[in-house]
């Protein structure tokens, strides 16, 4: 392979149209080669005419009248039907709310309930009191979970990868995982895991923090009982977008029939929220997990996010996906070679989302800081891993090249070894 | 009072030059009063060019490397310490998070804690068991204390306001308030509410929702235990801005002690994030109450609005709000008079907020569409109640005189017995 294979890559690809309708003209000029999607997706140029629009026509002269006029009220369960198309659920099962760590408390909550009149029978009169998760899961579900956990006399117990279904009889309630690994890109197996957990009486919370849009997700063939996940990464959705929640219906029909309340139950929430009534009564289905009133200019961005997800099919997404990270763990261990870097995320694509982790000993910090002066934005994750996220509708196979490129020089000329490359940042 | 002597308050006015700040040209030019900035204030310019900077120069081109650059990481800190100065808090006291409804959720939480260890002895050895609150509290206030009861084994009690006081000895651990009541404009006396609690060994938590931005306060003074409020009222916001949350720091300083758990304890609330420590460290202060990422474009949306609150004096923010207060209910009272108006909120300016709230018996929602038809626009809450509200950064003398014309011309026109007003809309 060389840098003339990956421009005709590009040029027979499909999704390359697609990338025009991200903002990427000045970072192109300025060289910058943008391989942190997982962690904040690029700006979609919808955004920036939608933003403009809302702020200034929406909220600047429509007022109070755009919360009907605007249809603001109906927004979140908007782009809720539209991620659901992306993660295999129906309309009105997918609602965005909140931040992804306040969603998976809901979800905690009501896997608890879903448990307790649950798969095997009651929840009181099982043993089973523990939520299973991964070591390595991303902290805020891990600190989340602990708090619930402790808050309802549970416990939260952490293994690793392999160890997962062997815990799973061993008095799992909760069986909670993130589909792919934020640190490693490692993929799990939904259908099989989520079946594993079934049989042995346990309820599914999945994280799709960093696979929806990212990869092909089906929730109703996996037969997941709930999903949370972000707006911000491979949605597209900037800075803090607001993430979503999902129930399988199996569980919000039951709780429509028992009335159930979920932990934060907000006037949004609320059956009838502008009858302000003092008593609550939860909304049906999905609805009951809105909160308060969502913050409308960031929920305007997501949609455009999801708006450009959505212009491609997830498959040509996935294929591509695999395309782009086979070619770069190829030429990081060809180019690079002698360098230091081992492969963290799984050599089987099956087994990886879309990113890609080199562990470096104790110097990757100071190399991904020089890549980043050198134009190529990845990020570190303590202790040792550089990320690379790679999304299929903006990362070109030149840009793969290049990126290889440029850490290739990082590490011929020694330049990360320059002390200012070594002076952590607040935001790593 | 006639219509020259409004011009003429509105020439003398100190705070008038203040409303160019606020986007209002096309308002005005289609004529438009509104009466609703207790519901979503207006749109200050300074919005549309930061928001602009935001989505283009900060995501567009900072991408990923503005959570330092651009500061996004100290956003909800910087603009919790603008807020802290309109409410007598201190610098690092009140941080800008999530919604109104979680932060509550949050004082909740922290106020059974501090009672706990609290004013009055253990929380074990207490029979105190009750939240305390008005059966007219804004309903997402009352929904959100009800399930957090129910899930603690505590009581949500709910009484009409002048049997607060004589309630605080029965059993109630804590007193939650909304300073300035969302469908009268009543405004407690937050001193001696909250002493007479602090008397019986209760902890009080004040919901600013009503009042941050629009009355003085003082929370130091009123030696309030916590406090909530709402970004997209009188602080201008935006549609669904991030609300905020303080401590008053007798408490931080105990939770930091104990390494108090916040019950949503989420990775940004972890005392180093980015350490990406699977287990959970509180941060110290107000930062615990930090969850997960905050939605930055909202937050940059609120911060100008702030901004636009701190560019005038609360006591002169205040004066002016009586003066607005006092004509609306002298004009509606006399211009209006025999039309069926009841006066809802306090008489006695001392005890009134920044709205005015008037009863119509079963007619008050057409008689509100039929008004806001003729470009006055307050709202309606059931079942019976119209809201005016007034914001002294941009609303003028004239503007009341104006209203009330309007509404006297609806009135003696019976205009609003056109059957369309009847309809209803899904947000009233």
């Known amino acids: 392979v060389n840098r003339d294979d990956c421009l005709n890559e590009d040029s027979r690809d499909p999704l390359a149209p697609l990338r025009a309708q991200f903002s990427l003209d000045r970072v192109d000029r300025e060289g910058v080669i943008y391989l942190d999607g997982n962690s904040l997706g690029v700006l979609p140029k919808a955004a920036i005419t939608r933003i403009k629009d809302v702020v200034e026509t929406e909220w600047g002269n429509g007022l109070i009248r755009s919360w009907n006029s605007a249809g603001w009220i109906t927004l979140a369960g908007r782009i809720g039907d539209k991620i659901a198309?992306?993660?295999?659920?129906?309309?009105?099962?997918?609602?965005?709310?909140?931040?992804?760590?306040?969603?998976?408390?809901?979800?905690?909550?009501?896997s608890a309930f879903a448990f307790g009149y649950g798969l095997t029978g009651p929840f009181?009169?099982?043993?089973?009191?523990?939520?299973?998760?991964?070591?390595t899961n991303f902290p805020t579900d891990l600190y989340i979970a602990d708090t619930f956990a402790r808050e309802q006399g549970m416990e939260l117990v952490l293994v690793d990868e392999p160890e997962i279904r062997g815990r799973l009889k061993d008095g799992v309630a909760i069986l909670m995982l993130t589909h792919v690994n934020y640190r490693t890109g490692h993929m799990h197996r939904m259908r099989e895991l989520t079946q594993a957990a079934h049989d042995a009486g346990a309820i599914v919370v999945w994280d799709l923090a960093h696979s929806a849009g990212a990869v092909p997700i089906d929730l109703h063939d996996a037969d997941a009982d709930f999903a949370i996940g972000c707006g911000y990464k491979y949605l597209n959705g900037g800075p803090g977008a607001p993430a979503f929640i999902w129930a399988h219906p199996r569980h919000t029909q039951r709780m429509d029939r028992e009335g159930w309340r979920p932990p934060l139950s907000g006037w949004l929430g609320h059956a009838q929220p502008f009858a302000f009534d003092p008593y609550y009564e939860p909304a049906n289905g999905i609805q009951r997990f809105i909160c308060g009133t969502p913050p409308v200019l960031s929920l305007a961005a997501l949609e455009c996010g999801v708006d450009a997800v959505l212009a491609a099919s997830m498959d040509a997404i996935r294929a591509k996906s695999i395309a782009l990270t086979d070619l770069f763990i190829a030429l990081v261990e060809d180019r690079c070679a002698g360098h230091g870097f081992t492969l963290v995320t799984p050599r089987d694509s099956a087994?990886?989302?879309?990113?890609?982790?080199?562990?470096?000993?104790?110097?990757?910090?100071?190399?991904?800081?020089?890549?980043?002066?050198?134009?190529?934005?990845?990020?570190?994750?303590?202790?040792?891993?550089?990320?690379?996220?790679?999304?299929p509708l903006y990362t070109r196979f030149i840009d793969v090249w290049d990126a290889v490129e440029r850490m290739r020089q990082v590490m011929t000329s020694s330049e990360w070894r320059d002390p200012r490359f070594s002076v952590r940042a607040a935001v790593t």
């Open 124 to 135: 009181a009169a099982s043993k089973a009191s523990r939520i299973l998760s991964e070591k």
């Open 85 to 110: 198309t992306l993660v295999g659920a129906r309309p009105g099962e997918l609602i965005v709310a909140d931040s992804t760590s306040i969603n998976l408390f809901k979800a905690l909550s009501a």
């Open 351 to 391: 087994a990886r989302g879309s990113q890609v982790s080199f562990a470096h000993s104790a110097e990757g910090y100071a190399i991904m800081q020089a890549l980043i002066a050198r134009g190529v934005i990845g990020d570190f994750r303590a202790p040792d891993i550089l990320r690379f996220g790679f999304t």
